[in-house]
């Protein structure tokens, strides 16, 4: 029973990813996602690489049942998520200039718009709280 939950969820959060493409197509990557918020989703843009974040964990444990597992990626996801928001809503704040044109990045194809940089930034979320989830997974000898 716990295998055909995890899938749906797994076949939903797909769903969401394609969706979240289809809303960044049509330039509208920061549109809220309200419903989306407890997993950190909060505008389309975001579901491009949160979406592909929990699928994984998602099926990690699917695969190995390890709970543990589970605990430290949502409360590393938070952790990095929730710094990295405060981090961005203080640059937008006080930030007048911006180094970077959004045209130079390979993703504004998809996005269309100044959206690259909150991407760029919950990429980088992410692949923190992938490696923050591997030192502690490491430091415990779970592997």
Same mark, same amino acid.
């Given at each position: 029973m716990v295998n055909i939950i995890l899938s #749906?969820?797994?076949i939903i959060l797909i769903f969401v990813t394609a969706f979240s =493409?289809? *809303?960044? +197509?049509?330039s509208r990557a920061y549109s809220e996602t309200r419903l989306l918020f407890p997993l #950190? =989703?909060?505008v389309w843009g975001d579901a491009l690489l949160i979406t592909p974040f929990w699928i994984f964990v998602t099926f990690w444990f699917l695969i190995t049942k390890n709970v543990f597992v589970v605990k430290i990626a949502?409360?590393?996801?938070? +952790?990095?998520r929730s710094l990295g928001e405060a981090? /961005?809503? =203080?640059? *937008?704040?006080?930030? %007048?200039?911006?180094k970077n044109k959004p045209e130079k990045f390979i993703?504004?194809?998809l996005l269309k718009n100044d959206? &690259? /940089?909150? &991407?760029?930034? &919950?990429?980088w979320q992410v692949i923190t709280a992938v490696a923050l989830t591997a030192l502690i997974l %490491?430091?415990?000898? =779970?592997?």
């Open positions: #749906g969820i797994i =493409i289809r *809303e960044c +197509l049509r #950190g =989703i909060f949502f409360i590393s996801f938070w +952790l990095i981090i /961005y809503w =203080i640059n *937008e704040q006080f930030a %007048t200039n911006k993703h504004f194809r959206s &690259v /940089y909150f &991407v760029n930034q &919950v990429f %490491t430091s415990r000898n =779970i592997w």
